[in-house]
């Protein structure tokens, strides 16, 4: 009986510290180093870790801003972390990634969770083995705490699908988050786990690393195994981690880079050796490095210019770090990657081969899938396209491969020619666009079509607070190279900046609602009002009442933005009626949001009366603790 009360109070002890620790280290915006000097200090487990994730998961993915980025939650998260504990106790870390919560892309294969490629037709779908990546993380130590949502079969770049539904941007959730991996690209930005796995046939990687302010690799074809993740186009696909900072980048890298006897592209020439990520984090690496600005990928239209802007000042960051910068012209450029792509021709035998592999897969080809009805609405069209692809036996595919060569040795020798070390260009020429109308300017293609390394780097913020990338792309085997820019770059120019809707939690399961109250006095008419900020949603609610005015003395009541002085615009109207009592909820852009904090937005009431026209109140919420 004593045994069975110490045993009792032993599980009692070790349950309060996971608790404690959980509340003590805040995970929110939390490096891999942090998270690994946090527990070789004592200061937290994998186990607390998981958890503390799992808290910003249940506030923010369904709760709060609604993100939807994650499809299925890892069971075994928990269980899997106090194990790595035990182990680390008993006998050391494996290395960097030793209990490390990551996040991975649902089309990476996973034996123990369900793997849907974000599409209804494979929802339940269990493979038989990890894919090779996937195995890597494990062998690494890494704790897959859940699976992220994708554009439907990786065939899009907004972020949607059939099964789970449109993935939000932390950033402003009325946005797309990228795509195809913006679920885990939301997930990484908004602090569900330390970094997380993408896949990249043409931007998928880069575009969500774009929008979500992250650092994202498409790596040279070959660096690591595209085995297990379900394909697109098998000449296309890479696969690669997304992260909050370039040292977070390339742990992950050392960690799922190498060769795999199922995926013949990852086989070495004799004397090339794989890169250590880690070794290329130099602060210097800019100085004297030779950058081509590649003019036909920077846009010219209205809907452009935002993101230009941040780009054109990030070049100049770069040279301020001693890289040189020329333009570089190529006005054939955008014709000669037109049909490229081999995506259309691939895809359905691809996809046939990967599932012909699964004896417990619940469909078996694109033609059934689309049949069935079992894709979404809004790729109706494009898979439809695809199942009826003629496949590789086409002209139109010899000469999609031609033309791949071709631009790769027009690369290679503007680059040879030039002494060129890297070119330069936006990831994205635009915003990410309201959820609901088209996403443009996609500038992928270049190094889907070439093979070469590209890696999309935090450039910066547009007026409105929307993120935007910078990508550089090398020659092959160059991936290391730009590792190294991207460090040095991040170092210096520090645009990493946490979604404002999902905050840091310090120990609390949810982010409480910011509550005040303010009144104004103007001769015995009292306006006064009470309101209640929630920061996840940007969500204003107030109710206004106003005593002792005289029958139909109030014309209107209205919400200002201070711009100059004391005044500024309206941006919202709360009546334009006589009232006692008024309530309501506004939801606050990204700007007025950060006006309200600020104190710069004010209750404005109009009246018949002089004394208490242009009565103002000033929304000035409680300081944050």
């Known amino acids: 009986m004593k045994s069975a009360r110490y045993l009792v109070c032993c599980l009692l002890a070790i349950a309060a510290r996971q608790t404690v620790l959980a509340q003590t280290f805040e995970v929110a915006e939390a490096s891999i180093a942090d998270e690994q000097k946090a527990m070789t200090e004592g200061r937290a487990t994998s186990k607390a870790l998981v958890q503390a994730y799992l808290d910003r998961i249940r506030a923010f993915d369904h709760q709060g801003p609604g993100l939807n980025a994650l499809i299925t939650l890892n069971p075994n998260a928990l269980d899997q972390a106090e194990s790595l504990d035990r182990e680390r106790a008993a006998q050391g870390p494996r290395g960097p990634l030793h209990g490390i919560p990551v996040i991975v892309k649902d089309n990476y294969s996973t034996a123990d969770m369900q793997t849907t490629a974000g599409t209804m037709a494979l929802i339940g779908f269990v ?309 609901g109308t088209p996403q443009g300017g996609s500038t992928c293609q270049l190094s889907a079509s070439t093979g070469f390394p590209a890696i999309s780097m935090p450039a910066g913020f547009t007026p409105d607070g929307l993120p935007v990338g910078v990508e550089l792309l090398g020659r092959a085997w160059d991936d290391a190279r730009l590792v190294s820019y991207a460090y040095a770059y991040e170092q210096a120019a520090h645009h990493r900046r946490a979604p404002t809707r999902t905050p840091a939690l310090f120990g609390r399961t949810g982010v409480p609602a910011l509550t005040w109250q303010s009144s104004a006095l103007a001769g015995s008419s009292t306006l006064s009002v ?34 100059k002085g004391d005044n500024g615009p309206a941006i919202a109207v709360l009546a334009n009626h006589s009232f006692q009592t008024l309530a309501g909820s506004e939801r606050l852009s990204n700007q007025d949001r950060d006006s309200l904090m600020a104190g710069n937005l004010y209750l404005r009431l109009a009246t018949r009366s002089e004394s208490t026209n242009n009565l103002r109140i000033t929304f000035k919420p409680p300081a944050q603790h």
Do not use: W
């Open 127 to 435: 493979p038989s083995s990890d894919a090779f990546q996937v195995r890597k993380l494990r062998e690494a130590g890494a704790v897959i705490i859940a699976k992220s949502n994708l554009h439907e079969l990786a065939s899009g770049i907004t972020t949607t699908g059939s099964a789970f539904g449109q993935t939000r941007n932390p950033y402003d959730p009325t946005r797309y988050p990228g795509g195809s991996s913006g679920g885990t690209a939301a997930a990484v930005a908004a602090g569900f786990a330390a970094a997380g796995m993408g896949s990249d046939t043409c931007g998928s990687i880069r575009i969500p690393s774009s929008v979500n302010n992250l650092v994202g690799l498409r790596p040279t074809k070959g660096l690591s195994s595209i085995a297990g993740i379900v394909p697109l186009s098998t000449t296309q696909d890479v696969g690669g981690p997304l992260a909050r900072s370039v040292a977070d980048l390339a742990a992950m890298l050392d960690a799922t880079i190498g060769e795999d006897p199922a995926d013949p592209a990852t086989h070495l020439d004799s004397g090339r050796t794989r890169p250590r990520f880690m070794d290329a984090l130099k602060t210097d690496a800019l100085k004297d490095a030779h950058l081509g600005v590649l003019e036909p990928l920077f846009g010219n239209a209205s809907d452009d210019q935002d993101v230009i802007r941040v780009v054109r000042a990030s070049i100049d960051e770069l040279k301020k770090e001693g890289a040189t910068a020329v333009p570089v012209a190529m006005p054939d450029l955008l014709a000669d990657l037109n049909g490229s792509s081999v995506i259309n021709a691939e895809f359905k035998e691809d996809l046939a081969k990967y599932l012909a592999a699964h004896a417990n897969a619940p469909v078996h080809s694109l033609e059934e899938i689309v049949e069935g009805g079992l894709v979404h609405s809004a790729l109706e069209n494009v898979l439809t396209a695809r199942a009826n692809s003629k496949g590789r036996d086409t002209y139109e595919y010899r000469i999609a491969l031609a033309k791949r060569v071709a631009i790769q040795q027009t690369i290679l020798k503007l680059m040879d020619d030039q002494k060129l070390d890297a070119l330069v260009y936006p990831t994205l020429l635009r915003k990410p666009a309201i959820i």
């Open 530 to 563: 009470n309101l209640t900020f929630d920061p996840t949603t940007n969500d204003l609610a107030y109710t206004v009442t106003a005593a002792g005015f005289a029958d139909g003395e109030i014309l209107l009541a209205s919400i200002h933005r201070r711009s």
